[in-house]
């Protein structure tokens, strides 16, 4: 559709030296001169600079042009300064376009006669296109001032305090029943070596006490609707069985129960009741009953719980409960899970009792743990001498390619806690040493220093059967020392497997339902890599924490209170603009189909069932462009990539 | 094996058609049968909605002729649901059509009862008015005499498809001589609750017809394989192509025929296409000329690319082409194999997911 008669403007950008002299940009601007609806056609060194942005806009002011052609770089580089251009000059934003002459054509084509017969296809093509451009507008939506954090380890926590300190209202979902992830297990924490109970509890605490937050643990998500600024989420409470607003955390109920289950807290190193609460600094510290192995649940008799409890918070009644809440933006701090080594059967785990994993091992050299962090192997005597096996179901084809990233770090930690509990001997089996952060080299130096054996090869084998009588009862570890080219065969008490971090359970189904992509790993993708790291493609949507990929916890405090300010500060703002580039279905040629419904990536398009056509949410549609291919008669398309300005634009090239 | 019902014709098949569909409206069976009947206008039969029995005697299905893929029609009644039943006697292209547009949400087949034709070919609409018109018999004689069988139009003589899928009810051909009997096949519960309130009793097929199907479809199947080869030969290269459709019109009847051409508006139609002087000018000098009207490749190669996975192979679009391009021959052909790639065949089931709204990862790596 043309609005008015065309008056093309055409500026062709030398980039300095990256444009001009592969391409002859005199020979383009030539050329641009002769084609249909050209007004003017100029060349300048940096179209980018102040100088050449006032060429344009003074051109329109002057010439009365209404269409901005500038073939230079990327639109991801400098659409958007040309567009402001435009529009202080006071034509729609829309009106412009641009033609990239330096990364698909300067900088990847050798002949420069070439380059520059394919420069000027580029400027033929947008100025075709231009011809059938629409003045596009955009709407301003206001936003809910309030955020949603999917998960309540480290990550959830900070981004939360951040929000609320913002004065946000924030709500935490927590599907086990207290926060704390992973960390709340941890002993220590690398480099410093602090205790991560004394540097998480207060920050636990503080999520409980802070007003603008409210925690809902033991619940999950179990819908997300909705749009940037305007999220509708459901989050399902799980009975407890114990009412919060009765009990006093007394922990009676759990002293009188009298069944006992495996804890997972504990990495199943010993047992919790079926009344419990994971962890003594639990937050809440209200107890939850496991329906699955209590006794009154399933055989019908006991309630010794309730017998007990002064308070009368047992409820064996309660229901599960949906609650929905308004949200502006959402936060995903759904962490990761521990690889599991069953599967590497030549390390032993699950075979031999002195194997362990990294989180095992936190627990064992807990205070709070099964030991009461004297480190203690089975039979109840200290170690004298312990392996290390470093990439765990990392940097290994087999299993996960990438590296975890916090194994090395964490596997020195060990060592240092293994050499200045026990005095035992250490060993440790690396592939590399990963050790670049701030001070984490230093920490390296200083595990060396205090004697540990570094052993440069990846461990074959993990056995029982020793190489001298005098072994017998131990663990041999086989590994070839690669520095030295010697195979060793290395005699210990106890092996600690250095395992690596994967998503966790349900990020497939948190991924599918925020509409957020995962990698070839299945963490989820940040919108850039560099510069987008805590946005998703979904906007409103913020990532924080292992979820996105392997990371250590200064890491992802650093990234939590990214994805927070990213997360408050479009909820200071107030209002979300929508895109104008979004699907519009003309509901006189829409056959009522439903085929654009089912390819939307964005569940942005509804049915009017009174007019049997689709019909776009225009909040959520991100111009994706599925609906306009999918639609055979170009019912659904999308604004500034019509069906006629893609074909006016191949044209021209083709032509 | 289905229950099968033989019905008596005594030298006249199309009463012994007729009768059986009067049934469904005198005991109530269905509210309404749509079925092709010659008008009083002419003997070419077209889709005709009966609701009174006895001017259904009239109705002549069996007719070896259909002026249009009748599915277009038949979702003219069954947009959304009315809450009468509606009897359909269709051909097995027509059904394959049906259920693809059921798909795409343009009718409700919930409350239908499908009577499908075991189909033995329809002539083109001239052939048949010429032979019509001098043999008042023909649709008996059509069954009774292989010669002139041989008049069917060239999508139906390479047709492997000609038993019905999805219907209710089978009205079975081959492998019954026409002047003594046809036979009813019950291809789903509903089909034999039906043929059982009709009081009919069920027996088995007779022994002969599998080897007749068998015979029919190697026969089939060994023309479809030497015209589609011929057809690659003219059609596999852009240039080849263009030349294939040299002749086109523009006119757009293939796609008004088509049955599985759904839009309200073909995008041909709209602005996308309306090209300003400029354009059309600036073709014209790149090459110091430009055939007019434009874009006529561009329509059959959208065209394809919007109903490669749904060509039921009816033919239609051959038969309107005013300048008798074969247009049919090269959209089954390469409908075959993009439907062999998605493992996708249209009409075989109402529940097959369309091949452009599954997902597949894997989709693509295979190569074509």
């Known amino acids: ?655 | 094996m289905h229950p099968f019902v033989i019905i008596k014709t005594d030298g006249h098949l199309s009463n012994a058609v007729a009768g059986f569909l009067k049934k469904l409206l005198t005991e109530q069976i269905a509210d309404a049968v749509l079925a092709a009947a010659p008008t009083p206008y002419s003997l070419l039969p077209m889709p005709t909605l009966f609701t009174a029995p006895d001017l259904i005697e009239k109705a002549d299905p069996l007719a070896p002729a259909a002026p249009f893929n009748s599915a277009r029609q038949a979702i003219s009644v069954l947009k959304h649901d009315t809450g009468k039943r509606i009897a359909l006697v269709l051909r097995p292209c027509e059904i394959r059509a049906l259920i693809e547009l059921a798909k795409l949400k343009q009718c409700s087949l919930d409350n239908t009862l499908l009577i499908g034709i075991e189909c033995l070919g329809r002539m083109e609409n001239s052939v048949y008015l010429e032979s019509a018109s001098q043999n008042p018999g023909l649709t008996q004689a059509f069954y009774e005499d292989p010669d002139l069988q041989k008049h069917i139009c060239s999508s139906c003589a390479i047709c492997t498809r000609f038993q019905p899928v999805h219907a209710d009810i089978s009205l079975c051909l081959v492998g019954m001589p026409a002047n003594e009997c046809i036979g009813l096949s019950a291809e789903t519960e509903a089909g034999l609750s039906v043929l059982k309130q009709l009081g009919f009793e069920t027996s088995e097929a007779p022994a002969r017809r599998e080897d007749q199907i068998h015979r029919l479809l190697d026969e089939r199947k060994a023309s479809k394989a030497a015209l589609l080869s011929e057809n690659k030969d003219k059609t596999d290269s852009i240039e080849k192509f263009q030349r294939y459709f040299a002749d086109c019109l523009n006119c757009h009847n293939c796609r008004v025929a088509c049955p599985v051409c759904y839009c309200r508006e073909c995008v041909f139609l709209t602005d996308v296409f309306a090209h300003d002087p400029e354009v059309l000018l600036r073709r014209a000098s790149k090459k110091g000329m430009v055939k007019l009207p434009a874009d006529t490749t561009m329509f059959h190669m959208t065209r394809m690319a919007h109903i490669a996975h749904a060509c039921v192979a009816c033919g239609h679009c051959s038969s309107v082409c005013p300048s008798h391009i074969p247009v049919a021959d090269v959209f089954i052909r390469v409908a075959e194999e993009i439907q062999k790639l998605y493992d996708y065949e249209p009409g075989r089931d109402l529940s097959e997911a369309i091949p452009l709204l599954v997902f597949d990862e894997n989709t693509g790596n295979e190569g074509i």
Not at chain 1, 530 to 548: D, E, H, R, S
């Open chain 1, 1 to 655: 559709m043309k609005y008015e008669k065309p008056s093309i403007g055409v500026y062709v950008c030398h980039c300095g030296m990256n444009i001009s002299p592969k391409v002859d940009v005199e020979n383009v601007v030539a050329f641009a001169e002769t084609l249909d609806h050209v007004t003017v056609a100029r060349d300048y060194k940096f179209m980018c600079s102040s100088p050449g942005q006032e060429f344009i806009i003074k051109d329109i002011r002057e010439k009365g042009l209404n269409r901005i052609i500038v073939a230079s770089c990327s639109p991801r580089m400098h659409e958007q300064t040309f567009r402001k251009a435009c529009e202080q000059a006071g034509i729609n934003p829309h009106y412009f376009q641009m033609a990239n002459i330096r990364e698909q054509i300067s900088w990847v084509t050798k002949d420069s006669a070439e380059a520059t017969a394919k420069a000027r296809d580029q400027v033929a093509a947008a100025v075709a296109r231009a011809v059938y451009h629409a003045p596009l507008t955009s709407r301003e939506i206001k936003v809910k001032k309030s955020v949603v954090v999917i998960g309540g380890g480290i990550a959830g926590i900070q981004a939360a305090l951040t929000a609320a300190e913002a004065g946000y209202e924030v709500h935490i979902v927590e599907r086990e029943p207290s926060i704390g992830g992973h960390m709340a297990k941890f002993d220590k924490t690398f480099p410093t070596l602090d205790c991560a109970a004394c540097i998480m509890t207060p920050k636990m605490v503080e999520v409980a006490q802070h007003k603008n937050i409210t925690l809902h643990t033991y619940s999950e998500v179990d819908s997300v609707e909705g749009f940037v600024g305007n999220f509708k989420v459901c989050i399902r409470h799980n009975p407890r069985y114990v009412d919060a607003s009765k009990c006093t955390g007394c922990g009676i109920c759990t002293t009188k129960c009298p069944s006992k289950v495996l804890s997972e807290f504990d990495q199943r190193l010993t047992h919790r009741k079926t009344v419990y609460s994971p962890f003594p600094q639990a937050i809440p510290n209200t107890p939850v009953i496991d329906r699955d192995h209590c006794i009154y649940f399933t055989k019908g008799k006991c309630r010794a719980c309730k017998k007990f409890c002064e308070a009368g918070a047992i409820d064996f009644n309660q229901q599960e409960e949906v609650i929905e809440i308004a949200a502006g933006s959402i936060i995903v701090a759904t962490g990761f899970k521990a690889f599991d080594p069953t599967p590497l059967s030549q390390y032993g785990y699950g075979r031999y009792p002195e194997v362990y994993t990294s989180l095992e091992f936190e627990r064992l050299n807990n205070a709070t743990g099964p030991t009461a962090g004297k480190l203690l192997m089975k039979n109840g005597k200290p170690p004298e001498k312990v392996a290390i096996i470093h990439c765990v179901g990392s940097r290994d084809s087999r299993y996960h390619p990438y590296c975890s990233r916090v194994c090395c770090m964490y596997s020195m930690k060990f060592a240092h806690l293994v050499r200045e509990k026990t005095g035992a001997e250490v060993w440790e089996f690396y592939i590399d040493i990963r050790s670049p952060g701030k001070l984490y080299e230093e920490f390296y130096n200083r595990i060396q220093e205090e004697g540990v054996h570094m052993i440069r090869g990846r461990v074959a084998e993990v056995t029982d059967i020793p190489e001298t009588k005098k072994d017998e009862g131990r663990l041999t570890v086989v590994a070839e020392n690669t520095l030295t080219r010697r195979v060793l065969r290395v005699p210990v008490d106890m092996v600690l497997l250095g395992v690596g971090l994967e998503p966790a359970d349900g990020s497939d189904a948190v991924g599918r339902m925020l509409g957020v992509q995962r990698d070839a790993d299945g963490w989820f993708n940040e919108l850039h890599a560099k510069l987008a790291p805590v946005k998703t493609a979904m906007n409103g949507i913020f990532l924080a924490g292992c979820c996105q990929g392997p990371k250590d916890i200064p890491d992802t405090v650093a990234q939590a209170s990214a994805a927070a300010g990213e997360a408050v500060s479009l909820l200071a703002k107030g209002t979300v603009r929508t895109l104008a580039e979004i699907s519009y279905i003309d509901p006189d040629l829409c056959s009522g189909c439903k085929t654009c419904i089912e390819v939307c990536p964005y569940t942005a398009i509804s049915f009017d069932e009174s007019r049997r056509v689709a019909v776009v949410n225009e909040a959520l549609c991100k111009g994706c462009g599925s609906c306009a291919a999918a639609c055979p008669s170009s019912a659904a398309g999308i604004r500034h990539f019509t069906d006629r300005q893609i074909m006016e634009e191949m044209e021209a090239i083709l032509l």
